[in-house]
């Protein structure tokens, strides 16, 4: 039996091949957002994988069963061989999605790109003021480039995702966001509070809302939904911090998405690197006895692994105990049951944490190589 028809059973259930994977091409990226997911300890240029071992990834990604792809990073446009890339998942039948800052996206690069089979683009936005988003994403005139690369994608016929992760330096804003997705024929918008690993931790002072911000911003959102109905879906993303549950987190771990970071680490999420655990390789095996035969995604798959409250609780089935990132990062240990939960024993951590939001302080501690706390 081929490995990629193996149906393995961990934890008791017959795993499921991967719906996603998320294709993290390079940390580099000329934007230094302060939330940004990926891992303190950025993987530099010299360690990235070739074209070729991508071309072999996404190849064992498709024999996997993944549907659907995302270029990400990063910014994936740094990678030059960004066009062959795209062009390669499409021929092996994946759906191919670019998540992109636009900051480096011009006409010439996006006609490329659509002649190469892609099929979405997804673009993240900081705030709907100019100056204010330039201040964020720590890039001056980013605002004004991705204004301009939403009517690049648009003019080339693809369709457009808006991304903007809130946040309380640009919660008063959101009418307008919901504004300018509408005006750049987005037919998506991705509310997303921030969520508080990667970068976004060491800022969580700078931009954790208080419940009063987030009640206002789940309020327009609806009302928007109702207005913006068959013009703009609007997806929203609350944060975990208010919550009485917590999310399932990438649909459960190891059940869903898979994920390769720049110099081939195969993870089940994107801030699994935040975890003390060994992540195998994508250089020295295949997708399919990563995704099946690994002990790093065996760990937390299913319910097999499961602490009380969550191993007796009837929404372990649901959320999956939460997020295993977060968990670690409260209390050291992500086998603990995530304290987004009100049941988690470690619920008083989280609740002590959202004094942040009442914050003064608006620095940010941008991203950027070497500049971890
Ligand atoms: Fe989810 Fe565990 Fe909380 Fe139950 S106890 S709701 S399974 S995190
Ligand atoms: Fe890693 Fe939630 S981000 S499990």
Same mark, same amino acid.
């Given at each position: 039996?081929?490995?990629?028809?193996?149906? @393995? !059973? +961990?934890?008791?259930?017959?795993?499921?091949?991967?719906?996603?994977?998320?294709?993290?091409?390079?940390? &580099? #990226?000329?934007?230094?957002?302060?939330? #940004?997911?990926?891992?303190?300890?950025?993987? %530099?240029?010299?360690?990235?994988?070739?074209?070729?071992?991508?071309?072999?990834?996404?190849?064992?990604? !498709?024999?996997?069963?993944?549907?659907? /792809?995302?270029?990400?990073?990063?910014?994936?446009?740094?990678?030059?061989?960004?066009?062959?890339?795209?062009?390669?998942?499409?021929?092996?039948?994946?759906?191919?999605?670019?998540?992109?800052?636009?900051?480096?996206?011009?006409?010439?690069?996006?006609?490329?790109?659509?002649?190469?089979?892609?099929? +979405? /683009?997804?673009?993240?936005?900081?705030?709907?003021?100019?100056?204010?988003?330039?201040?964020?994403?720590?890039?001056?005139?980013?605002?004004?480039?991705?204004?301009?690369?939403?009517?690049? /994608?648009?003019?080339?016929?693809?369709?457009?995702?808006?991304?903007?992760?809130?946040?309380?330096?640009?919660? $008063?804003?959101? *009418?307008?966001?919901?504004?300018?997705?509408?005006?750049?024929?987005?037919?998506?918008?991705?509310?997303?509070? $921030?969520?508080?690993?990667?970068?976004?931790?060491?800022?969580?002072?700078?931009?954790? *809302?208080?419940? @009063?911000?987030?009640?206002?911003?789940?309020?327009?959102?609806?009302?928007?939904?109702? &207005?913006?109905?068959?013009?703009?879906?609007?997806?929203?993303?609350?944060?975990?911090?208010? @919550? %009485?549950?917590?999310?399932?987190?990438?649909?459960?771990?190891?059940?869903?998405?898979?994920?390769?970071?720049?110099?081939?680490?195969?993870?089940?999420? +994107? $801030?699994?690197?935040?975890?003390?655990?060994?992540?195998?390789?994508?250089?020295?095996?295949?997708?399919?006895?990563?995704?099946? &035969?690994?002990?790093?995604?065996?760990?937390?798959?299913?319910?097999?692994?499961? *602490?009380?409250? #969550?191993?007796?609780?009837?929404? &372990?089935?649901?959320?999956?105990?939460?997020?295993?990132?977060?968990?670690?990062?409260?209390?050291?240990?992500?086998?603990?049951?995530?304290?987004? #939960?009100?049941?988690?024993?470690?619920?008083?951590?989280?609740?002590?944490? %959202?004094?942040? @939001?009442?914050?003064?302080?608006?620095?940010?501690?941008?991203?950027?190589?070497?500049?971890?706390?």
């Amino acid at each position: 039996m081929s490995i990629a028809a193996d149906t @393995a !059973a +961990h934890a008791g259930f017959a795993v499921a091949p991967p719906l996603a994977m998320l294709a993290e091409l390079t940390h &580099r #990226c000329p934007l230094r957002c302060p939330y #940004c997911s990926n891992p303190l300890e950025l993987e %530099r240029a010299s360690v990235e994988l070739s074209t070729a071992d991508w071309m072999r990834i996404f190849s064992e990604a !498709a024999a996997l069963g993944v549907l659907q /792809v995302h270029f990400s990073g990063g910014e994936p446009m740094a990678r030059r061989d960004l066009v062959e890339l795209v062009a390669h998942a499409a021929k092996v039948g994946l759906y191919t999605n670019l998540i992109t800052s636009g900051v480096l996206l011009d006409r010439a690069r996006m006609t490329e790109l659509a002649a190469a089979g892609l099929d +979405h /683009v997804q673009l993240s936005f900081q705030d709907a003021d100019a100056a204010s988003a330039d201040r964020i994403a720590g890039f001056d005139k980013a605002h004004a480039k991705k204004l301009a690369a939403a009517a690049i /994608v648009r003019e080339a016929g693809l369709p457009l995702t808006m991304n903007a992760v809130m946040h309380k330096q640009n919660l $008063a804003r959101l *009418p307008e966001i919901v504004e300018l997705a509408v005006a750049l024929g987005a037919s998506r918008l991705e509310v997303a509070h $921030a969520q508080y690993y990667g970068w976004a931790l060491p800022n969580r002072s700078a931009l954790l *809302p208080t419940y @009063a911000m987030l009640e206002r911003a789940t309020a327009i959102v609806d009302a928007a939904r109702d &207005r913006l109905k068959g013009v703009l879906a609007i997806d929203y993303v609350v944060p975990d911090y208010y @919550a %009485r549950r917590p999310k399932a987190c990438m649909g459960g771990w190891g059940r869903q998405f898979i994920n390769v970071s720049p110099a081939g680490k195969v993870l089940p999420c +994107h $801030a699994a690197e935040t975890l003390p655990m060994d992540f195998p390789s994508a250089l020295k095996s295949s997708l399919a006895e990563i995704w099946y &035969r690994s002990d790093a995604f065996a760990r937390f798959r299913g319910t097999d692994w499961m *602490p009380d409250p #969550c191993r007796s609780c009837d929404r &372990r089935e649901v959320d999956w105990g939460g997020c295993r990132c977060q968990a670690f990062a409260f209390t050291g240990d992500a086998a603990r049951t995530d304290p987004a #939960c009100a049941l988690a024993p470690d619920r008083p951590l989280l609740d002590a944490a %959202r004094d942040d @939001a009442d914050s003064p302080v608006t620095d940010f501690l941008y991203r950027q190589i070497g500049a971890a706390p």
